[in-house]
């Protein structure tokens, strides 16, 4: 594993996760409710924030070539502003980003200065019913970003279904998972076991966070969830169903003692990583 800060000599980290209805191709309407539980989180002591899966547009992705946006586009920017004016650390969810002639379903990073330190582009695209790969195309990178409380690890909605995926991330030194996403309620109990179970797998926090509401996709019960690295919920879970702010602290210093009293990176078999799928 990539060698990171020890644990014990770093602080607990305040976070919230927000979870609102998403109106499909709204923009503006999107960045209002935003920036209301961004300010909102930042009044309530939150060092650090996570939105939804396309949070700014929702899955209205016919629509794509009007309403993409790059970096330098009003939701960025807004993120941007908010983190500074805040002192806060935004994990921007995703938005619909343009970038020369293909679409990408990208997640920012915002440092307590507004800057963009980073942005993670969805691996894995859903192909029932959103039909994702029809309209993005996947990235080709690990979302991994240093932040004051350690190494982050991005993966987003549907990434969370890819154990490897997650472990990839934890092997390069994430302590923390951040998962935006727009998870229906026909699968919700999914979503909760999945968190908990790359939180108990990887030794590491995660923090999913789900939108709220309706729309011709279906239905979406919030539900986002913080979960520590025994597997145990923080914050949020299945009867966290309403809009609004969800808080969490995490506390990393148990973290190095826990790892080495079970120590699964050390004991961990380097031979399945020489085995393709094929021959699973």
Sequence with gaps: MTETLNTNERRPLKAALLQFDIRPGETAHNENVAARLIAKSAELGAELVVL?????????????????????????????????????????????????????????????????????????????????????????????????????????????????????????GAETI???????????????????????????????????????SGKYPGCSIAVDPLGSVLAGGMTATEPGVLLAELDYSGLDKLRAAIPVYRDRRRILDEIDDGQL
């Design 178 to 216: 951040v998962i935006p996403a727009q998870w229906p309620k026909v699968r919700i109990e999914h979503w909760c076991l999945l968190a908990q179970a790359r939180a108990i797998d990887n030794q590491l926090f995660v923090l999913a966070c789900n939108r709220t509401g309706r729309d011709a």
């Design 52 to 172: 939804p899966e396309l949070w700014n547009v929702g899955y209205d992705l016919p629509h794509l070539a009007e309403l993409a946006q790059d970096a330098r586009g009003t939701s960025c920017r807004l993120l941007a502003r908010l983190a500074r004016e805040y002192g806060l650390y935004i994990f921007g969810g995703t938005f619909a980003e343009k970038r020369g002639g293909r679409y990408y379903n990208t997640a920012p990073v915002f440092n307590d200065r507004g800057e963009l330190i980073y942005k993670y582009r969805k691996l894995h695209l859903f192909p029932k019913g959103l039909e994702e790969e029809k309209y993005f195309t996947p990235g080709d990178e690990w979302g991994l970003v240093d932040t004051p409380w350690g190494r982050f690890g991005l993966a987003v909605c549907y990434d969370l279904r890819f154990p490897a995926a997650i472990q990839n991330l934890a092997l390069r």
